[in-house]
């Protein structure tokens, strides 16, 4: 079984791998990011990953209350993803994001208060650094805001 972390803001669009306790960016040309079209990318995520009906589960963190996975994509009975990839994700969330997940992750505790709403200027989203690792980015952005 495979497990992604989406990050969908602004119509772009950018997939993480699980692997072990860490994530991999899927680079589509050598971009993380990319525009979202849903059938193109869905398109190239299915060849990337050489998908042949296995089962998947996702966490998607997106401003877009909307975001689907496609009907053809075979959805696990329970997420995989790792917790401490779960806990560092949603340590530092802007207020304009929905988390969801695909399957459901029925506790999930999202906490928004200690987050400011960051100014449109300030919107740095962890696909264009160039630490590949978006876990690495929130936990260095959680210690920072701590002080």
Do not use: H
Request: charged letters at 30%.
């Amino acid at each position: 079984m495979y497990s992604f972390v989406i990050y969908s803001f602004k119509e772009n669009i950018s997939i993480y791998q699980q692997i072990d306790e860490t994530l991999e960016p899927l680079k589509n040309r050598g971009e993380i990011e990319q525009k979202y079209d849903a059938d193109l990318f869905w398109g190239w995520l299915k060849k990337k990953i050489d998908y042949d009906d296995e089962e998947l589960s996702f966490l998607v963190v997106t401003d877009n209350k909307e975001f689907q996975i496609p009907d053809d994509i075979s959805i696990a009975d329970t997420n995989s993803l790792s917790q401490n990839i779960i806990n560092d994700l949603l340590l530092t969330l802007p207020t304009n994001s929905e988390v969801l997940t695909f399957p459901k992750i029925e506790e999930l505790e999202i906490d928004y208060r200690e987050v400011e709403e960051p100014k449109e200027e300030e919107i740095v989203l962890p696909l264009n650094t160039a630490n590949p690792s978006l876990a690495t980015f929130f936990r260095k952005k959680t210690n920072e805001m701590r002080g």
